[in-house]
């Protein structure tokens, strides 16, 4: 199921929290959805649930307008933790999978799919407040995707899980992205959307400052980083020109540079100069283009 | 299924099971029994404790035996013993609890009867009230005979002045009826009143707990916050009703089981003999209706609370409205016809027990009762409407927002 997303602006009496956001999304994909705080990722999905009406724009699903009658289709895990502390799992999801659409025993069986799948099935008859947090969040996973929907929003779905429960997780979310699912993503860990999705926008003040896919971002960004490893002192090359970061390490330096040809320049530079251990060209990472471009604001 | 009704017998059935729900229902079950009961508790443990004695010196010889009868008619809380020993000897038996109290009686020069009455304490004034009436009595009869009275002229002395009191209103409640009225009226003002902040508080509490563990959010989702909202109102409505219905049977099987063998009293004066069909659908109503107003009142606020623990804040005005209106039919009870009971009856934040008070107690044309019932049915739906667009946004807002100020943010929220 594609989702549409056109000219969709949120305004909050003075205050414009999305501003003409336009985006597509294919049937299928894991779209990568980030931005700072406050950037209107919540307002967004908020939109795209139908719990806010937009100001202008319109959001659609395979060219039909979001509202209630969409959300049988739509699967979404919150940020924080929505579950009833005091209801027990197997109660919790039939509830919440009903009220989705969905008959009570599908429910339970879905339920016991999930609950083998992430290896917690004695959980079933267990209150949510007696679990762990990471636990919780299995829960909350499984909340969202048990009526298998068509879309579904993701935000910060690893948090709070250890390594082997994130990769049970992220397991779990490429294979619905198998199933066809299309699957907005939103995440302040930058390793795991660098892993997962292939296209992805990066939200600033209600507006998309970067849009497009992974590789282009990466090849438009320009800047590379430089990591040299030598036994001279390197910290003149922090005025060198071309260089626009650098980040002294016991080993050595780490430079940001605006293109190939600098490290070129620099490599003929300090030929001779003593004994080089190392010297790599990298691509720049996602966490190096979200904080120039999302921390553009806090400068 | 609906999701309405889904959110609907969720909301209803987990109420339901709760343990507290549970404790409260049977708890108040068992109070009723027992309250019902009382006469019946009062008269056991009277059989089963000693009857009280009062030792009598009779120096004139012939006042014990009808003053002996004469207490027998009315009492048998006390018996009466004849002693014949000094009155220093009975006093020491007095003292050590023998007998509650040694009475003296002599005859006057008139040949009249006069009395002394000791007892450890003056504590005992049913003892001392009964003797004085029974003695009056045999006073009354000795000196009309002194007088040479006939038979007819004692009966036309002591016969009662014809007083007649007819309210000029038809169907006028008598001062019986109103009495009995007043009882059952007080009863149902009372569950009215522990029921509204019961419930709506309950609704309050439930719609933060939602909100603050988030899983209001999913829910939203999945169906309309309005839709939700009344879905969850109209659920724990049907709690309070089920609960309702248990005190109402509890308490209609337990006072009709004791109502062949206790006769008056305690049952005549609450006038539960014969329950007036009506009062009791009146007092269903106006509970339905006070529930509706206050429920959502406290829906929409407790929508603006991120944190439980504000809730009590949040709602302490609305439980004010409730206890005011409480504290007025309190005072009506003994003055429904007052004409600020009558003013308070038609707003609707009072009507649910004031104009219940009034019907109850007086008989209140029909047109009133209807313009009170739409004054109220119309809040209630203005109150829905509203709240309904504050809820929607309300439940968006998280941060520290515990003022009415909040309400206006809330509806700039579900603006487009």
């Known amino acids: 199921m594609a989702l549409q997303l056109e000219k969709v602006t949120k305004k909050f009496g003075k205050f414009t929290a999305v501003d003409h956001l336009s985006l597509a999304i294919p049937e299928g994909e894991i779209f990568g959805f980030l931005g700072a705080n406050g950037a209107g990722k919540t307002t967004t999905f908020r939109m795209i649930l139908g719990l806010l009406d937009p100001t202008e724009g319109r959001i659609t699903l395979d060219g039909k307008r979001v509202d209630y009658s969409t959300s049988p289709i739509i699967g979404y895990l919150p ?210 283009i979200f904080i120039e471009k999302a921390g553009a604001s806090y400068e | 299924m609906n999701n309405f009704f889904i959110i609907l017998f969720h909301t209803y059935l987990s109420k339901l099971k709760t343990k507290s729900f549970l404790v409260t229902t049977i708890l108040t079950a068992v109070i009723l029994i027992t309250l019902t009961n009382i006469p019946r508790i009062i008269e056991f443990f009277e059989r089963d404790g000693d009857v009280e004695k009062v030792a009598v010196i009779d120096t004139s010889g012939q006042l014990f035996q009808p003053l002996e009868e004469q207490v027998k008619i009315t009492d048998q809380d006390f018996e009466l013993i004849l002693v014949s020993e000094s009155i220093k000897a009975v006093e020491n038996k007095v003292e050590e609890g023998e007998y509650t109290g040694v009475l003296q009686l002599t005859m006057t020069s008139e040949q009249l009867p006069a009395a002394n009455y000791k007892s450890m304490s003056m504590a005992d004034s049913v003892v001392v009230t009964e003797l004085q009436t029974a003695l009056q009595q045999i006073k009354t009869v000795m000196a009309s005979s002194q007088l040479n009275l006939t038979q007819e002229q004692l009966a036309q002395l002591y016969e009662p002045v014809p007083f007649e009191r007819l309210a000029l209103e038809e169907d006028a409640k008598t001062e019986e009826e109103l009495n009995q009225a007043r009882g059952l009226v007080y009863v149902l003002l009372f569950i009215i009143y522990f029921a509204v902040i019961m419930y709506a508080s309950m609704i309050a509490t439930e719609v933060a707990t939602e909100k603050s563990s988030r899983v209001m959010e999913i829910l939203i989702s999945s169906v309309s916050p309005v839709k939700q909202m009344f879905a969850k109102i109209i659920g724990v409505g049907l709690l309070s009703l089920t609960q309702l219905a248990v005190f109402l049977i509890v308490g209609y099987i337990s006072v009709k089981q004791n109502l062949d063998s206790m006769e008056g009293g305690f049952f005549d004066f609450f006038g539960f003999g014969n329950v007036p069909v009506a009062t009791i659908v009146y007092g269903v109503t106006f509970f339905i209706l006070g529930y509706f107003l206050y429920a959502t009142l406290a829906a929409f606020l407790g929508s603006l609370v991120s944190r439980i623990e504000d809730v009590q804040q949040m709602i302490t005005p609305m439980t004010l409205l409730v206890v005011a209106g409480f504290m007025i039919a309190m005072v009506g009870l003994s003055q429904p016809e007052a004409g600020f009971i009558t003013v308070t009856s038609f707003i609707p934040f009072f009507t649910p027990m004031i104009m219940f008070l009034r019907v109850g107690m007086l008989n209140i044309p029909l047109w009133e009762i209807s313009l009170s019932i739409a004054i109220l049915v119309g809040t209630i739906t203005i109150l829905a409407i509203f709240g309904g667009r504050v809820y929607r946004g309300g439940v968006l807002m998280y941060g520290k927002s515990n003022s009415f100020k909040d309400i206006k943010k809330a509806l700039q929220l579900t603006k487009k």
């Open chain 1, 79 to 288: 940020e924080e933790r929505g579950l009833y502390p005091k209801l027990k799992v197997k109660d919790q999801i039939v509830y919440l999978a009903r009220l989705r659409g969905m008959k009570k025993q599908d429910a339970l069986k879905e339920l016991d799919y999930w609950l083998e799948r992430f290896k917690v099935p004695e959980y079933l008859d267990k209150k949510v407040e007696e679990l762990s947090k990471g636990n919780q969040q299995k829960i909350q996973f499984l909340a969202a995707v048990i009526h298998r929907p068509k879309l579904l929003i993701l935000d910060e779905p690893f948090s709070g899980l250890d390594p082997v429960n994130v990769e049970l997780l992220k397991k779990a979310v490429l294979d619905l992205k198998e199933a066809g699912t299309t699957i907005v993503f939103s995440s302040h860990r930058m390793e795991h959307v660098e892993e997962m999705c292939e296209h992805l926008c990066i939200m600033q003040n209600g507006k998309p400052v970067v849009h497009g896919s992974l590789k282009d971002i990466k090849r438009s960004f320009g800047k590379k980083n430089l990591v040299i490893h030598a036994d001279f002192d390197l910290r003149f090359l922090q005025e060198y020109r071309g260089v626009t970061k650098s980040k002294q390490t016991p080993e050595g330096i780490h430079l940001q540079i605006t293109g190939e040809e600098i490290a070129g320049n620099i490599l003929q530079d300090i030929v001779g100069k003593g004994f080089i251990r190392k010297f790599v060209l990298e691509e720049p990472s996602l966490n190096d």
